[in-house]
């Protein structure tokens, strides 16, 4: 057990999303929430992240905040330990089921971006043309020493899974485009589908694909259980944290989410530019928020 000490406030495990919840509308971590966050973690506060990046973007946009938990990344695919800048508890995605998705994305004249993970790293692979959405996803992570994209790929290379295992596939493109796309994978028993609008552009959106049972909720059930804690708070906005809302002991939604999390939620705060998650935290553990 890793808890600090016994008292009902140190034996509760924190989890925020990170977009639309934890960052602010700039995508960004303001000044004062790492002055919280920390300030809560020093106290006691066992507190971590559960988001759909990848170790990528997660370890820069966290990395003035003191977490010493692992971060559950890949929407619970995975978890990451930034000291040892390695993966645990990775939930992979058998080829057979790989090759049945890229040939529906295909019959859609869709592509998915296929994530693999190679030791520490994520190799991504794509064939045919980056729709607008994909290639400024892409442009922003190109770089970054956790992931290596590898673009125009021949059909053989894109399937290759000599390149590591799979743990995501995933498309942003306009809503009618994936619409049809989702339609046919949803009831798939092999993999776990999410498909959700844009919450800065609701014409566009997201499908990612995952291995069957694969949520934030699962792997926060899991971290629970290692930290031997009972009581989890969650922290959220969009569709994909609605599992984890509907699994805490206790959920919270911004007031910036969207009306399905909110109805999940046992509460609303205020909005993700309003310091509102790490606030709540310090109020629940009887800290200041000065």
């Given at each position: 057990?890793?808890?600090?000490?016994?008292?009902?406030?140190?034996?509760?495990?924190?989890?925020?999303?990170l977009d639309g919840t934890l960052l602010n509308s700039d995508t960004r971590l303001s000044d004062?929430?790492?002055?919280?966050?920390?300030?809560?973690?020093?106290?006691?506060?066992?507190?971590?992240?559960?988001?759909?990046?990848?170790?990528?973007?997660?370890?820069?946009?966290?990395?003035?905040?003191?977490?010493?938990?692992?971060?559950?990344?890949?929407?619970?695919?995975?978890?990451?330990?930034?000291?040892?800048?390695?993966?645990?508890?990775?939930?992979?995605?058998?080829?057979?089921?790989?090759?049945?998705?890229?040939?529906?994305?295909?019959r859609h004249g869709l592509h998915p971006l296929i994530y693999r993970r190679h030791g520490g790293?994520?190799?991504?692979?794509?064939?045919?043309?980056?729709?607008?959405?994909?290639?400024?996803?892409?442009?922003?992570?190109?770089?970054?020493?956790?992931?290596?994209?590898?673009?125009?790929?021949?059909?053989?290379?894109?399937?290759?899974?000599?390149?590591?295992?799979?743990?995501?596939?995933?498309?942003?493109?306009?809503?009618?485009?994936?619409?049809?796309?989702?339609?046919?994978?949803?009831?798939?028993?092999?993999?776990?589908?999410?498909?959700?609008?844009?919450?800065?552009?609701?014409?566009?959106?997201?499908?990612?694909?995952?291995?069957?049972?694969?949520?934030?909720?699962?792997?926060?059930?899991?971290?629970?259980?290692?930290?031997?804690?009972?009581?989890?708070?969650?922290?959220?906005?969009?569709?994909?944290?609605?599992?984890?809302?509907?699994?805490?002991?206790?959920?919270?939604?911004?007031?910036?989410?969207?009306?399905?999390?909110?109805?999940?939620?046992?509460?609303?705060?205020?909005?993700?530019?309003?310091?509102?998650?790490?606030?709540?935290?310090?109020?629940?553990?009887?800290?200041?928020?000065?």
């Amino acid at each position: 057990m890793l808890t600090n000490n016994d008292n009902h406030k140190a034996a509760t495990l924190y989890v925020s999303d990170l977009d639309g919840t934890l960052l602010n509308s700039d995508t960004r971590l303001s000044d004062t929430t790492v002055r919280l966050l920390n300030k809560a973690i020093a106290h006691g506060a066992m507190f971590t992240v559960a988001t759909a990046r990848t170790p990528a973007t997660v370890t820069t946009l966290m990395r003035r905040v003191d977490v010493k938990l692992p971060m559950i990344v890949l929407a619970g695919a995975a978890m990451w330990h930034d000291s040892e800048r390695a993966y645990s508890d990775v939930q992979t995605i058998d080829s057979a089921t790989v090759n049945r998705l890229a040939d529906v994305f295909e019959r859609h004249g869709l592509h998915p971006l296929i994530y693999r993970r190679h030791g520490g790293m994520l190799h991504v692979r794509h064939c045919g043309q980056l729709s607008q959405q994909e290639q400024q996803f892409v442009a922003e992570r190109t770089g970054l020493e956790l992931k290596r994209f590898y673009l125009d790929d021949s059909e053989r290379q894109y399937r290759d899974e000599a390149d590591g295992e799979a743990v995501l596939l995933f498309s942003m493109q306009k809503l009618d485009r994936l619409a049809p796309v989702y339609d046919e994978i949803k009831d798939d028993p092999h993999c776990s589908v999410m498909f959700y609008p844009d919450i800065f552009d609701p014409t566009s959106g997201f499908i990612e694909i995952y291995r069957a049972g694969c949520t934030k909720a699962q792997a926060i059930g899991r971290l629970a259980s290692r930290l031997g804690v009972e009581r989890t708070v969650v922290f959220g906005d969009n569709g994909n944290d609605l599992a984890m809302m509907r699994a805490a002991s206790h959920s919270v939604a911004v007031a910036n989410a969207i009306p399905a999390v909110k109805e999940a939620a046992s509460e609303i705060t205020g909005t993700n530019n309003d310091d509102s998650v790490t606030r709540w935290i310090c109020a629940d553990m009887g800290l200041d928020t000065d």
